[in-house]
């Protein structure tokens, strides 16, 4: 059974740091990945997503890398803003299914 | 475009009692849509697949008898959950799929659903 585990649980940076969220998979057949942001009592908004034959994806001052082989992905955030608060989830999907596995999520606070 | 609603917002019941919760996609037709259920500080944990005209696969461990799931339409998905108990309380998200049944598109979060069993 795919297990994801994201690390840090909680964050907490001043505006205007870059930071860096991990996520890390072990069923390496994976199909896609991607990176959700859901707010407090709400619901999911899609970031990113990778491909398992691409390397990474960017958006604004997102960027998500996909280490397949070792099972890893990273979202870095640039130039952080407090607006940026929320949890981040990293969910994937593996070749032999087609539901997202999600992993518990990286709260995120950014303070002014 | 892409928009999925999900209806109530917030429930509160008694024990006992059942709940029903609407997952509609807006604007696109859904073959498949998936439940979710989140506790606190949890990962969205997948309960159910439906497809559009046919029964619900259920995840390992979800009672169908408990959490009965219908897609009648294209763009109506419904959670009703039987006999509530304080255990089930919890934030329960739907997803809707855009392509055939079966394919890995990509799904579309409602808002979710809080519900809180007394």
């Known amino acids: 059974k795919q297990e994801v585990t994201q690390i840090p649980a909680a964050l907490s940076v001043p505006e205007g740091e870059n930071l860096v969220l991990n996520c890390s998979f072990t069923d390496s057949a994976i199909y896609n990945l991607q990176w959700f942001r859901q707010d407090p009592g709400k619901g999911l908004t899609s970031l990113l997503l990778?491909?398992?034959?691409?390397r990474e994806q960017t958006s604004g001052r997102l960027n998500a890398s996909l280490d397949k082989s070792s099972g890893r992905s990273t979202l870095y955030i640039a130039a952080s803003q407090p607006g940026d608060s929320a949890t981040y989830l990293c969910?994937?999907?593996?070749?032999?299914?087609?539901?997202?596995?999600f992993g518990k999520g990286t709260s995120l606070l950014v303070t002014p | 475009g892409a928009v999925v609603s999900q209806h109530p917002s917030w429930v509160i019941c008694k024990s006992g009692t059942s709940v029903k919760i609407e997952c509609r996609s807006l604007d696109f037709q859904a073959t498949t849509m998936f439940w979710y259920r989140q506790f606190p500080k949890q990962s969205l944990m997948l309960m159910a697949t439906?497809?559009?005209?046919?029964?619900?696969?259920?995840e390992q461990g979800v009672e169908k008898d408990k959490f009965l799931i219908n897609h009648a339409s294209l763009t109506l998905s419904t959670l009703t959950v039987t006999s509530a108990h304080p255990e089930d309380s919890s934030f329960y998200i739907c997803?809707?799929?855009?392509?055939?049944?079966?394919?890995?598109?990509?799904?579309?979060f409602g808002p979710g659903t809080r519900l809180l069993v007394l």
């Open positions: 997803s809707a799929g855009t392509g055939l049944a079966g394919e890995r598109e990509t799904q579309y």
């Open positions: 990778i491909q398992s034959s691409q």
């Open positions: 439906s497809n559009e005209g046919s029964k619900a696969t259920y």
């Open positions: 969910a994937v999907i593996v070749n032999s299914g087609y539901a997202l596995n």
